[in-house]
């Protein structure tokens, strides 16, 4: 699988990004998506998921602020982020949520800072 992440940025508290991840090599809707973040010396975070028919869920930190979407069609896995503080700052990932594609793709940065 190929996956190419996209759409970060460096934003002021309180604004907002959306992140788009394109996926290759798969047959896309069948596959739950993950999209993970990681911030300099720390550990990877699951941020959010979705399964192929759009059931989702977050980790408490982003509830209400934060949105996984998808189009089955365009192989492709959003993330809205609205709200941002500081403590979001990372390089987000997607993943595919199998044991069958261990591949990471190469990330994008998220800075939030005024």
């Known amino acids: 699988v190929h996956l190419v992440e996209s759409g970060g940025d460096l934003v002021q508290p309180g604004g907002s990004l959306r992140l788009s991840c394109v996926a290759s090599?798969?047959?896309?809707?069948?596959?739950?998506m993950d999209w993970y973040r990681q911030a300099p010396g720390k550990q990877r975070e699951l941020v959010a998921s979705?399964?192929?028919?759009?059931?989702?869920s977050y980790v408490d930190s982003v509830k209400g602020r934060f949105n996984i979407s998808r189009d089955n069609a365009k192989n492709t896995v959003y993330l809205q982020m609205n709200s941002l503080k500081p403590e979001d700052t990372a390089a987000y990932f997607c993943?595919?949520?199998?044991?069958?594609?261990?591949?990471w793709g190469q990330g994008t940065q998220v800075t939030v800072s005024s």
């Open positions: 993943h595919v949520k199998s044991l069958r594609y261990p591949d």
């Open positions: 090599g798969i047959v896309f809707s069948i596959y739950a």
């Open positions: 979705i399964t192929g028919v759009g059931t989702t």
